[in-house]
């Protein structure tokens, strides 16, 4: 399979190397049939979170059950929390689809981190108006104000939602089992702010909606970045487990938590030694076992793992390493990206990365392409991977295909890394017809989890 792809071709290679790298093809490169299989397995959990809490895809309702128009004016406010920096933003919408952003990025301290998390961001919010002269005064009514809160909740209205444990390096005591919206609240009201949380939002459905107000056309929006998720509108009579009215509109935005896919069984993604190597020694073992197959975060370390096993049979660096290629998550993502677009004759920049960065001197010519070989697999295997949720959710509303649907998307991988999204959408393709896939648009919704938690809050201001 190795010597029919001219890609993972190594002139000069050992008959034991060519064998270590048929294996590693046969291993990485993922045939239609197989994803056809995960793919079916992926709708079969879709349909269990439907039905019932507490599954594999958890499904759950974000309370947003309408799509902007794209015709609506106005300026709007947001907070983007991740798990180093807060970001303020007001977002000004012109009626036009069209978006201008003015933000602030502000670092989390580790008093914050570790105990006054709701002050420091009521302080913020507080900054930022004060410096643009912002603040409503007693006569003024109320900002409405977006909260993208990208940690676990369990959400019970559109503006509330109880949290279920701390992640990313966050740990304030005493907000566990609490909802994270009145914590806010009641720190904003401690600075006299005139401010109402009006919704909370996840990062993939303030991706969504932040797409559908530049194309109301819009069903999907997914992270392929750092981690991975993506919620889409779902309507409400498949949705067996909500128990509360229908909405008039038919269908609400639902985030789908798919990086946990196949995490209870492993049985159906592709694992390789490598894999459940990354999986044994991570923070999460056993957790989010899609995600750590195609995401910026751990691609570099299946690299690693490939490269050390190469190095243990001497079919890489002639058995050598460094205290840094031995050191877990030493490999970033990025450096995978430069291999794989590497075209020089003498791999130049491959032979920085190794020589450099990883301090590992004197590689061969014959090192450097194993190492642009092993780049390429990990990464093609990411983007046919991200394929199948894709699939997988364009297919549960199959009946919307006959119609142009837009998927905004944002993060690194779809970004940056070099021919993801072309994989990704090729990949797409062979699983739908062509009328359906000719109707598909997939577009770049950059930030779009904090714009779209300033149209969610919108939509709020709107209905009341």
């Known amino acids: 399979?190795?010597?029919?792809?001219?890609?993972?071709?190594?002139?000069?290679?050992?008959?034991?190397?060519?064998?270590?790298?048929?294996?590693?093809?046969?291993?990485?490169l993922l045939t239609d049939e197989r994803l056809a299989v995960i793919i079916k397995e992926f709708r079969r959990r879709m349909e269990e979170g439907l039905a019932a809490d507490g599954k594999v895809l958890k499904m759950i309702p974000s309370y947003v059950t309408q799509r902007p128009r794209g015709d609506e004016t106005g300026s709007y406010f947001a907070l983007d929390l991740g798990g180093t920096n807060l970001r303020v933003l007001k977002v000004t919408l012109d009626g036009h689809g069209g978006i201008k952003t003015e933000h602030q990025k502000f670092a989390l301290t580790e008093e914050a981190k570790s105990r006054t998390l709701f002050d420091f961001i009521?302080?913020?919010?507080?900054?930022?108006?004060?410096?643009?002269?912002?603040?409503?005064?007693?006569q003024q009514p109320p900002i409405n104000i977006g909260f993208t809160f990208s940690y676990p909740v369990q959400q019970t209205s559109i503006n509330s939602g109880t949290l279920v444990q701390w992640t990313k390096g966050l740990?304030?005591?005493?907000?566990?089992?609490?909802d994270v919206v009145r914590l806010l609240q009641d720190a904003l009201l401690r600075l006299g702010l005139r401010v109402k949380v009006a919704a909370l939002v996840n990062d993939t459905v303030g991706t969504l909606l932040s797409a559908a107000y530049k194309d109301p056309s819009s069903q999907m929006g997914i992270i392929f970045g750092t981690g991975t998720n993506a919620a889409y509108y779902e309507n409400v009579n498949n949705l067996i487990k909500w128990k509360g009215p229908n909405p008039s509109s038919g269908e609400m935005v639902l985030n789908i938590e798919w990086g946990a896919f196949d995490s209870d069984d492993f049985g159906f993604l592709p694992f390789t030694p490598h894999d459940i190597k990354l999986d044994r020694k991570s923070l999460n073992p056993r957790k989010q076992a899609y995600e750590k197959m195609i995401s910026g975060m751990y691609l570099g370390e299946i690299a690693r793992n490939i490269l050390l096993w190469l190095a243990d049979q001497r079919l890489f660096l002639d058995g050598r390493s460094s205290e840094i290629l031995n050191a877990m998550w030493s490999i970033d993502t990025s450096y995978l990206s430069s291999a794989a677009v590497d075209d020089s004759s003498e791999l130049i920049e491959v032979q920085q990365i190794i020589e450099k960065t990883l301090n590992v001197p004197n590689s061969s010519l014959v090192d450097r392409q194993v190492f642009k070989v092993v780049s390429t697999l990990v990464?093609?295997?990411?983007?046919?991977?991200?394929?199948?949720?894709?699939?997988?959710?364009l297919l549960k509303r199959a009946e919307l295909l006959d119609n142009p649907i837009n998927v905004g998307i944002d993060g690194s991988m779809f970004e940056h890394y070099p021919g993801f999204e072309s994989i990704m959408a090729e990949t797409v393709s062979h699983f739908l017809t062509p009328e359906q896939f000719k109707n598909i648009n997939f577009s770049l919704a950059k930030d779009g989890s904090g714009v779209g938690a300033a149209i969610i809050a919108m939509l709020v201001s709107e209905n009341q």
């Open 1 to 28: 399979m190795a010597s029919s792809d001219p890609r993972f071709a190594v002139k000069g290679a050992s008959p034991a190397q060519h064998q270590a790298i048929e294996t590693l093809v046969s291993q990485f």
């Open 122 to 138: 009521a302080q913020c919010v507080e900054n930022f108006l004060d410096d643009r002269n912002l603040r409503p005064t007693g």
């Open 171 to 178: 740990n304030v005591p005493g907000c566990v089992g609490r």
């Open 379 to 393: 990464g093609e295997r990411s983007a046919r991977l991200s394929a199948v949720g894709v699939v997988a959710t």
